[in-house]
C-alpha cells in the first residue's frame, strides 16, 4: 500500500496553523562523543547528556539551539583521536540508531514541530520563491518530513523524493505528490516509478543518524546522499541540503572522511542551525 501523508499527520493540512502554532518545549539529549574513560563506555560510544531548559530563540521567526555550557561535551575535532574515522562511524552509528529510537518513542510530536519552523530555514536560506523541495520517504525512526513537505505545498513548493536506479550511482528525484503510489527502487527504499518527472531541487531535506554544528552528518554508510550532494554541487548552483532530525541526535563533533558531503544546516523540532552563512 503507497503511504500517504494524511494519515500520518492527520490535522495538519492547514498551513496557516501549522506555522503559528507555538513551539513546545521538549526536554531532550545532546550526544557528545566520549574516550570511554566511564564506566560502561567504549571507544565510539555516544554519552548524552539531559538537556531539560528551553532552547533559546534568537527571534520570533530565526531559531537557534543555545550551546551547551562548557565541560557539558567534549570538543575538537574527532576525539577519537585513535580510532580511523570509519570504525568511529560504526560504532557511533550503532548507538545514534538506539538513541534516535528511543527520541522517537519519546517525541511523537516533534515532526509537526520541526515543520513550524520552515519559515526560519526558508529566511535563513534566502529562499523568498517556492521551487522544488526534495524530501524523503521516513523509515524506522527517521523524523518523518511529512508535515513538513505539507507546509511547504501549501506555500506552493513542488514536491520530489529521492529514487535510487543504481546503489553506487547518485540518486535521482522524482516529482511526487502525496498518495501517489511508491515503488521499491535499487535499495529497497519507496521511490516514485520511473514514469515520474525527472527533476532538479532547488532544497534538499536529508535523514540522519546524528549531525554536528560544523555540518557533519552520519548517515546509514552507504555513501547514497554523499554521491548525491558531490554530483549536484558539481554540476551548476548548489541547492542546500539540510538534515532533518531531532535535537537529540546532535554531536560534538563527528568524524569526518574525504568524501562526506556537510550539511549547509539542520532542521530539528528545537529549531533551525544554520552552518552555511554565505546564501
Excluded at 565541560?71 to 574515522?85: V, W
Excluded at 521551487?131 to 506552493?156: F, N, T
Excluded at 548548489?238 to 569526518?256: K, N, S, T
Aim: net charge positive; charged share 20%.
Amino acid at each position: 500500500m503507497a503511504p500517504t501523508w494524511s494519515s500520518r499527520s492527520r490535522g495538519l493540512n492547514r498551513p496557516s496553523r501549522l506555522y503559528a502554532a507555538p513551539p513546545p518545549s521538549f526536554p531532550h539529549f545532546h550526544i557528545a562523543v566520549v574516550r570511554g574513560s566511564s564506566p560502561g563506555s567504549s571507544p565510539g560510544s555516544l554519552a548524552l547528556a539531559p538537556h531539560h531548559d528551553e532552547c533559546g530563540r534568537a527571534s520570533s521567526d530565526f531559531v537557534i539551539l543555545r550551546s551547551d555550557p562548557p565541560g557539558s561535551r567534549l570538543e575538537g575535532r574527532n576525539d577519537l583521536t585513535a580510532t580511523p574515522p570509519a570504525a568511529a562511524k560504526t560504532a557511533l552509528r550503532r548507538n545514534a540508531r538506539a538513541r534516535r529510537k528511543q527520541l522517537a518513542a519519546e517525541h511523537p510530536e516533534a515532526s509537526a514541530a520541526a515543520a513550524t519552523r520552515a519559515p526560519a530555514m526558508l529566511a535563513a536560506l534566502n529562499l523568498d520563491r517556492p521551487g522544488v523541495v526534495a524530501v524523503y520517504a521516513a523509515i524506522g525512526a527517521e523524523l518523518d518530513p511529512a508535515p513538513l513537505g505539507e507546509a511547504l505545498a501549501a506555500a506552493g513548493w513542488t514536491l520530489a523524493l529521492p529514487a535510487s536506479v543504481d546503489p553506487q550511482a547518485p540518486l535521482a528525484f522524482r516529482r511526487w505528490t502525496p498518495g501517489e503510489p511508491l515503488v521499491v527502487d535499487a535499495v529497497g527504499i519507496q521511490a516514485p516509478p520511473s514514469s515520474a518527472a525527472a527533476v532538479r531541487p532547488d532544497l534538499v531535506i536529508v535523514p540522519l543518524l546524528a549531525f554536528d554544528r560544523a555540518g557533519g552528518r552520519l548517515g546509514q554508510g552507504g555513501g547514497h546522499y554523499d554521491r548525491t550532494l558531490a554530483a549536484l554541487r558539481g554540476s551548476g548552483p548548489p541547492p542546500p541540503f539540510v538534515g532533518l532530525a531531532y535535537a537529540g541526535q546532535e554531536a560534538a563533533d563527528l568524524p569526518r572522511e574525504p568524501h562526506d558531503q556537510p550539511l549547509d544546516g539542520i532542521l530539528t523540532e528545537a529549531g533551525y542551525i544554520g552552518v552555511r552563512k554565505d546564501f
